[in-house]
């Protein structure tokens, strides 16, 4: 049997309580921590909280919603490796699956000793993060997107699938807010420059998508991008993200100061910066207003 060094996270999603618990025994003691699920709707609802290194999920023929889970799943984390169980053993269930995204596509019945050489050669292509390769001293990375409310989401789970760095619950859960507060922030009151009244109107009149669109192509903004810059020093253990847009700024220094009222200044982006500064005390920004600039230790 291949030995696995490093502890690492398999969720397996499959109906049968039976497999379940084998697979759970199989696995036991052989440097994997293991999560299971009955169904797919409940696995990707704890994905995000458990964060596995591999999902090993049934196809669940005939809708086929374990093809849906494993879309879902590097929709949301590109470097999770998603290996497929089928009874099915039709070419085209097969070419679902690899358009997919998937890692592996396995036909029933399976044994302890296939599904286990399968997770270790599957372990073997997540790429390692960059605090445990000798000789890395600095990661950075660069992330220039379209102002576009609705890719925020996708852009924040590429963002902390490429950190290099493991950061374990519930501090990730607390940097996943924190990017999202203020990647929107720069997307909507920056590059957009929508008004936090503007916004606020929109949505009481189920109007906001169309207020989106209205500013995407207004001709003075429509070229704008928000950059998303994340560094990683080894020596100083020390993440850093800048978020920045191309729009006019604000007074982030007297935003701060309002304490109980933090919302509602003509910028709008009180809510999301007193999110950010809860979870990380070392939140700043540059001199003009438009780049977000926010330290996060990795102990």
């Known amino acids: 049997m291949t030995n696995v060094q490093q502890v690492r996270t398999l969720m397996v999603v499959d109906r049968s309580p ?3 618990a084998s697979m759970f025994t199989e696995t ?6 293991v999560i299971t699920a009955d169904d797919p709707t409940i696995a990707l609802a704890s994905f995000e909280h458990a964060m596995p290194d591999v999902v090993v999920t049934d196809l669940y ?5 374990g093809l849906t889970l494993a879309r879902q799943i590097k929709a949301r984390c590109p470097s999770c490796p998603v290996i497929v169980i089928t009874e099915l053993a039709s070419e085209e269930a097969a070419i679902q699956a690899l358009r997919a995204g998937v890692a ?3 036909h029933k019945p399976v044994s302890a000793d296939m599904l286990w050489s399968a997770v270790c050669q599957t372990l073997k292509t997540i790429p390692q993060y960059a605090e445990s390769v000798p000789g890395v001293e600095r990661v950075e990375h660069l992330l220039v997107v379209e102002p576009e409310p609705a890719y925020v989401e996708q852009i924040v789970n590429v963002i902390l699938s490429t950190i290099g760095v493991p950061i374990p619950e519930p501090r990730r859960g ?3 807010a924190a990017l999202h507060e203020l990647l929107l922030n720069a997307v909507e009151h920056g590059s957009l420059e929508m008004s936090f009244r503007a916004k606020q ?3 009481a009149n189920d109007a906001y998508d169309r207020l989106v669109e209205d500013r995407r192509r207004d001709s003075s903004l429509s070229s704008r991008r928000v950059r998303i810059r994340m560094f990683y020093a080894r020596d100083e253990k020390m993440l850093e993200f800048r978020i920045a847009d191309e729009g006019k700024g604000f007074r982030w220094k007297t935003l701060l100061k309002r304490e109980r009222n933090p919302v509602g200044s003509g910028y709008g982006c009180g809510r999301g910066l007193f999110v950010a500064k809860a979870f990380f005390s070392d939140l700043s920004y540059n001199d003009k207003g438009n780049e977000a600039i926010l330290r ?3 102990l």
């Open 174 to 176: 607390h940097l996943r």
């Open 61 to 65: 023929a005939p809708d086929m919603s």
């Open 104 to 106: 592996d596509y396995l």
């Open 201 to 203: 109107d929109a949505l």
């Open 18 to 20: 039976a497999t379940l």
């Open 28 to 33: 036991q003691g052989r440097g994997l921590s």
């Open 296 to 298: 996060v230790p990795v």
